[in-house]
């Protein structure tokens, strides 16, 4: 039987946090995996970041590999959000495709999932890369389903939705290399504006 007020060990008092201490570790995991990559962050360097033990990021997640994918599902959840947020404003699809490039390229939101995965993939188990596979896949699926729609309305040729969602994400790359080239001299709004000009000279139906 266990004793009153008994606890996992690892597992910080409720009153000692102000937020969900499994949150608090997953938003600062993903801070630090961002910024410094897969192999340069430990639980060590978690739970310092948090003000933790490392008894208490293990608690929540049981390896590095788990709170790797944990953060990066949380990411695309996220991107997945905010994407759809701005898919639904009733505009017209290439503007609210330059209002989402614009918001992406001024955060600096990534979404090459490849990249992120450089030096973890070996850690990771086959379940891990399957759950960061679907949450991606589930990311691309909000940008496919408002082209499909654009197609269906005859807003824009008939192109394969899948098609064109890879290559506007591709393209949304292209303005990240753009933004941190030292020689271009292009603003974030213009940069938006031109990546997506060029998306729409192919698909734009008087063409």
């Known amino acids: 039987m266990k004793e009153k007020g008994f606890r996992r060990l690892g597992r910080p008092k409720d009153s000692d946090i102000k937020q969900p201490t499994n949150e608090l570790i997953l938003q600062e995991a993903l801070r630090l995996f961002l910024e410094n990559g897969y192999l340069n962050v430990s639980i060590a360097s978690v739970a310092n970041k948090c003000d933790v033990t490392k008894a208490s990021v293990y608690y929540y997640y049981a390896s590095k590999a788990e709170l790797f994918t944990e953060a990066m599902i949380m990411l695309m959840i996220r991107i997945r959000d905010q994407i759809q947020i701005f898919l639904e404003e009733e505009l017209p699809l290439k503007s609210r495709l330059v209002k989402i490039t614009k918001i992406h390229l001024e955060k600096t939101i990534d979404i090459d999932v490849e990249n992120y995965l450089k030096g973890a993939r070996k850690e990771l188990s086959e379940s891990q890369l399957e759950k960061i596979k679907q949450s991606e896949e589930e990311m691309y699926q909000v ?65």
């Open 143 to 207: 940008i496919e389903s408002a082209f499909r729609q654009a197609i269906d309305s005859e807003e824009i040729r008939p192109f394969h939705p899948a098609f064109l969602t890879h290559s506007y994400v591709s393209l949304l790359k292209v303005g990240y290399m753009n933004k941190q080239h030292p020689t271009l001299t292009y603003s974030v709004e213009e940069t938006a504006e031109q990546l997506i000009e060029l998306l729409w000279h192919g698909i734009n139906v008087t063409n």
